[in-house]
């Protein structure tokens, strides 16, 4: 029984893992700059389409074309800013509402109509690789999505504490003017902040083809945990998502495991309710 | 005058959309000046400011900054030159640590020299050197003022504009700012002192305007000014 415990946590942080992987670009673009991002689940489907088609038409394995994907989502995120968001919202945060949610139903539409609706996969060694761990097997895939999403996690985070622009990222999201007259030009932050979160997309996407189908719907599955991840663990906080993934990654595993698939899922709201009762803020969350 | 003056505004308009708030304000501050300019609330003081920084575009007029035509320039290129606000309202950034606020007013201008800058900031203000962990946001009135002028400095200013610092600062506050903005001055910096603080901006300003209703009222010495019995009335809106 104990075994099968451990089974479910293991798996549930592993779960975590990639969900916080989601989360870390949101916490970025929604936490920092208080974008709500509806395209999120979208643009994750875009970069996970992206890694597929150089997976299966030019033979790149994910992991090799990790590197090009984010960097192409990152131009992806900047351009749909500076040239859609941006301009669409002027700033009023129920225009950058709509935009966003206009985005991400464009997308999936285009992605619908090129690719239909079935989901996809690719061929890799990697897809059914399992360390043994005692009783224990971890799937490779999750192991190493989890081990870069602590990577990625600390890094966004010194990029945003130890740089000028991560300074001013955070600067011009509550004090744009202020910004402006030590010369830096808040919607240009504004588009490089956005393009950042959407290039950890980029790279979530490449980490997690080998362990999960491809569909213009699977941005849906990840959207709504990323939101919740990001809140729980604290607005804009990089090690709030990378512990809120975790955390709502195991919550998920031993709610399914003692509720059931239907009603576990549950689990999530309850711990969701009870961090905001306690923490306000959320775990990592600046006191205000 | 004979040699370029630092600041130069020639028949400046500016407002907001169809709205005129200025109609025609000249004004000149020279290199190591105090200049202080009144007015009472409305005046358009405060958009006097936004347009010498750029932050609006003047609708007619001109604005020469050492000679340069930063008239239509960007607000980036207004920093660039040297011309440094302190706006009204501080304008700090309250999720940043003090460290943060201060590192950002170099952000554009003074990168090279910030270490030795923020040292002088410190010299100057040695709380903000107690309290550069601290969210700028938690502080007091008085520490966000010091941090705003701090971050000010940072970025090297040819010219400094202040914008009402004095609001909402207690009488010793006050007191040691304006103390504080002679020893800028002594060390050579040109300050423009936008106050509603009559008497004190005047005992410390070498020349002053006098806004009403977007054009310049009067102006002159500042001791000229103090004496004035038409002061009072341009700043009373008596008629």
């Given at each position: 029984?104990?075994?099968?415990?451990?089974?479910?946590?293991i798996?549930?942080?592993?779960?975590?893992?990639?969900y916080?992987?989601?989360a870390?670009?949101l916490?970025?673009?929604?936490?920092?700059?208080?974008?709500?991002?509806?395209?999120?689940?979208?643009?994750?489907?875009?970069?996970m389409?992206a890694?597929?088609?150089?997976?299966?038409?030019?033979g790149?394995h994910?992991?090799?074309?990790?590197?090009?994907?984010a960097?192409?989502m990152?131009?992806?995120?900047?351009?749909?800013?500076?040239?859609v968001?941006?301009?669409?919202?002027?700033?009023e945060?129920r225009?950058?509402?709509?935009?966003?949610?206009?985005?991400?139903?464009?997308?999936?539409?285009?992605?619908?109509t090129l690719?239909?609706?079935?989901?996809r996969?690719?061929e890799?060694?990697?897809?059914?690789?399992?360390?043994e761990?005692?009783?224990?097997?971890?799937?490779?895939?999750?192991?190493?999505?989890?081990?870069?999403?602590?990577l990625?996690?600390?890094?966004?985070?010194?990029f945003m504490?130890?740089?000028?622009?991560?300074?001013a990222?955070?600067?011009?999201?509550?004090?744009?003017?202020?910004?402006?007259l030590?010369?830096?030009?808040?919607?240009?932050?504004?588009?490089?902040?956005?393009?950042?979160?959407?290039?950890?997309?980029?790279?979530?996407?490449c980490?997690?083809?080998?362990?999960?189908?491809v569909?213009?719907?699977?941005?849906?599955?990840?959207?709504?945990?990323?939101?919740?991840?990001v809140?729980?663990?604290g607005?804009g906080?990089f090690?709030?998502?990378v512990?809120?993934?975790l955390?709502i990654?195991v919550?998920?595993?031993?709610?399914?495991?003692?509720?059931?698939?239907s009603?576990?899922?549950?689990?999530?709201?309850?711990?969701f309710?009870?961090v905001?009762?306690?923490r306000?803020t959320?775990?990592?969350?600046?006191?205000? | 005058?004979?040699?370029?003056?630092?600041?130069?505004?020639?028949?400046l308009?500016?407002?907001?959309g169809?709205?005129?708030?200025?109609?025609?304000?000249?004004?000149?501050?020279?290199?190591g000046?105090?200049?202080?300019?009144?007015?009472?609330?409305?005046?358009?003081?405060?958009?006097?400011?936004?347009?010498?920084?750029?932050?609006?575009?003047?609708?007619a007029?001109?604005?020469?900054?050492?000679g340069?035509?930063?008239?239509?320039?960007?607000?980036?290129?207004?920093v660039?030159a040297g011309?440094?606000?302190?706006p009204?309202?501080?304008?700090i950034f309250?999720?940043?640590?003090?460290?943060?606020?201060?590192?950002?007013?170099?952000?554009?201008?003074?990168r090279?020299?910030r270490?030795?800058?923020?040292?002088?900031?410190?010299?100057?203000f040695p709380r903000?050197?107690?309290?550069?962990?601290?969210?700028?946001?938690?502080?007091?009135?008085?520490?966000?003022?010091?941090?705003?002028?701090?971050?000010?400095?940072?970025?090297?200013p040819?010219?400094?504009?202040?914008?009402?610092?004095s609001?909402?600062?207690?009488?010793?506050?006050?007191?040691?700012?304006?103390?504080?903005?002679?020893?800028?001055?002594?060390?050579?910096?040109?300050?423009?002192?936008?106050?509603?603080?009559?008497?004190q901006s005047?005992?410390?300003?070498q020349?002053?305007?006098?806004?009403?209703?977007?054009?310049?009222?009067l102006?002159?010495?500042a001791a000229?000014l103090?004496?004035?019995?038409?002061?009072?009335?341009?700043?009373?809106?008596?008629a």
């Open positions: 029984m104990a075994e099968i415990y451990a089974a479910a946590l798996n549930g942080l592993l779960i975590g893992g990639v916080a992987l989601v870390l670009g916490t970025l673009i929604y936490g920092v700059l208080h974008i709500v991002n509806f395209a999120h689940g979208s643009l994750l489907m875009v970069a389409f890694a597929w088609l150089m997976a299966e038409k030019a790149v994910p992991y090799a074309a990790l590197p090009v994907v960097l192409a990152f131009a992806l995120g900047w351009l749909l800013y500076r040239y968001i941006g301009r669409v919202s002027r700033g945060d225009a950058i509402l709509l935009a966003t949610l206009g985005v991400a139903v464009v997308l999936d539409n285009v992605f619908l690719f239909g609706g079935d989901t996969q690719i890799s060694d990697l897809t059914f690789a399992v360390i761990a005692g009783p224990l097997l971890l799937s490779v895939p999750k192991v190493i999505a989890f081990a870069v999403s602590l990625l996690a600390g890094a966004l985070w010194a504490a130890l740089t000028d622009t991560g300074r990222i955070r600067a011009v999201a509550k004090e744009p003017e202020g910004a402006r030590m010369g830096i030009r808040p919607e240009r932050i504004f588009a490089l902040a956005y393009g950042i979160g959407i290039g950890c997309l980029g790279a979530a996407g980490l997690l083809l080998p362990s999960f189908f569909s213009p719907h699977v941005g849906n599955v990840f959207v709504l945990v990323a939101f919740t991840i809140v729980l663990g607005m906080s090690p709030g998502a512990v809120g993934g955390l990654g919550t998920e595993s031993l709610g399914g495991l003692w509720l059931g698939e009603l576990g899922p549950i689990g999530i709201s309850l711990v309710i009870a905001l009762l306690f306000p959320g775990l990592f969350g600046a006191a205000r | 005058m004979l040699e370029v003056p630092m600041l130069e505004v020639r028949d308009h500016a407002g907001y169809a709205f005129g708030v200025l109609h025609g304000i000249d004004m000149v501050v020279g290199a000046e105090i200049v202080a300019v009144l007015g009472a609330n409305g005046a358009g003081k405060t958009t006097l400011n936004r347009a010498l920084s750029a932050l609006i575009q003047p609708s007029g001109a604005i020469m900054f050492e340069r035509n930063i008239t239509h320039a960007g607000y980036d290129t207004v660039q011309l440094i606000q302190v009204e309202g501080r304008k309250p999720n940043l640590s003090v460290r943060d606020n201060l590192l950002l007013g170099a952000f554009l201008r003074g090279a020299n270490a030795r800058n923020l040292a002088r900031v410190f010299d100057i903000l050197g107690e309290r550069l962990g601290q969210l700028a946001g938690s502080m007091s009135g008085g520490e966000q003022q010091m941090l705003a002028i701090g971050r000010g400095l940072m970025a090297e040819r010219l400094l504009i202040l914008d009402e610092p609001l909402g600062l207690s009488p010793v506050l006050t007191e040691e700012l304006f103390a504080l903005i002679g020893q800028l001055n002594a060390a050579g910096l040109a300050i423009l002192l936008v106050e509603q603080n009559v008497v005047l005992a410390i300003a020349r002053a305007y006098v806004i009403e209703h977007g054009v310049v009222a102006h002159g010495p000229d103090a004496d004035d019995p038409r002061l009072r009335t341009a700043y009373l809106g008596l």
